[in-house]
C-alpha cells in the first residue's frame, strides 16, 4: 500500500511565524501535491510538483512555498503565518499516468495559527 | 476551468437506507472521475474510479456511472450502514494541461442505527 506521511497532527503557530510542513511518501511517485480543506469549500490546490526541484502553483498559491529537494519529500512552507492560513493541510501524491491515476493522501496537519 | 458541484450537505440517513449523493461537472476534454471518502480524523481515501464514458466504478457497496451526456457521476448505495458515515467528495483530474485533481466541496453523510 502507498503510505504517505505527514510529520504532524497537530500545530499551534503565531501570526508571523515561518512554518514547515513535511511530506514523505514511499511509493517512488513522481507527483506530489499540498491542498487546504476547509468547510464548504473542499479542497483547494495551493502547490504541485512533477518532478525533483520542480514546482507549480495551483489555485491559491499566494503565501505559501514549496521546495521538493528528493523525489519523496514534498515540503510546504509558510513564510509568515497568518490567521486565515488556519485550515487542514493534505499533502497528496500519484504516478505520472496520466489522469487515470488517483491520488494518495496523508492524514492530514490541522495547523491553527494564533 | 475544471469545476465540480456536489449536494449540499449534511444528509442523515437511517441504516439501510438507499443512498444517492449527486455530482455533476464540468471539463474540457475527458476527466477521469473519482469519489473519495473522509472518515473522522483521517485523510481522504480513493473510494472508487471512472475513467470514460459510461464505465462504473465501484466498492464497498458504493457504485457511480460517468454519464458524459448529462455530465454527472452519482454517488448510490443500496442499504448504508452507520459505518459509512462519513464525508464524501467527488472529484475530477483533467485529461489535459496539469492534470491536477479538481474537487467538490464535500457532503457530510450521518447514518443513525
Known amino acids: 500500500d502507498v503510505k504517505v506521511t505527514q510529520s504532524s497532527r497537530y500545530l499551534v503557530k503565531r501570526t508571523g511565524e515561518k512554518v514547515f510542513l513535511e511530506c514523505v511518501q514511499d511509493m517512488d511517485h513522481e507527483n506530489m501535491f499540498w491542498y487546504r480543506q476547509d468547510p464548504g469549500l473542499g479542497l483547494r490546490l495551493i502547490y504541485f510538483s512533477y518532478d525533483v526541484k520542480m514546482k507549480e502553483k495551483g489555485d491559491i498559491p499566494e503565501g505559501y512555498s514549496v521546495s521538493r529537494e528528493k523525489k519523496e519529500r514534498f515540503s510546504l512552507i509558510l513564510e509568515s503565518a497568518s490567521t486565515n492560513q488556519t485550515s487542514m493541510y493534505l499533502c497528496?501524491?500519484?504516478?505520472?499516468?496520466?489522469?487515470?491515476?488517483?491520488?494518495?493522501f496523508g492524514n492530514g496537519t490541522r495547523l491553527t495559527v494564533t | 476551468g475544471d469545476s465540480v458541484t456536489q449536494m449540499e450537505g449534511p444528509v442523515t440517513l437511517s441504516e439501510e437506507a438507499f443512498l444517492t449523493i449527486n455530482c455533476t461537472y464540468t471539463?474540457?476534454?475527458?476527466?477521469?472521475l473519482f469519489w473519495y471518502v473522509q472518515y473522522p480524523g483521517e485523510g481522504l481515501q480513493l473510494l472508487l474510479k471512472a475513467t470514460k464514458a459510461d464505465d462504473k466504478g465501484s466498492n464497498k457497496g458504493f457504485e457511480a456511472t460517468y454519464r458524459k451526456e448529462t455530465t454527472s457521476f452519482h454517488l448510490e448505495k443500496g442499504s448504508v450502514q452507520v459505518s459509512d458515515s462519513a464525508v464524501y467528495f467527488c472529484a475530477l483530474r483533467s485529461s489535459q494541461g496539469a492534470q491536477k485533481l479538481v474537487f467538490g466541496q464535500g457532503t457530510r453523510l450521518t447514518i443513525n442505527p
Open positions: 497528496a501524491s500519484s504516478t505520472r499516468q496520466g489522469a487515470a491515476s488517483p491520488l494518495h
Open positions: 471539463a474540457t476534454g475527458y476527466p477521469s
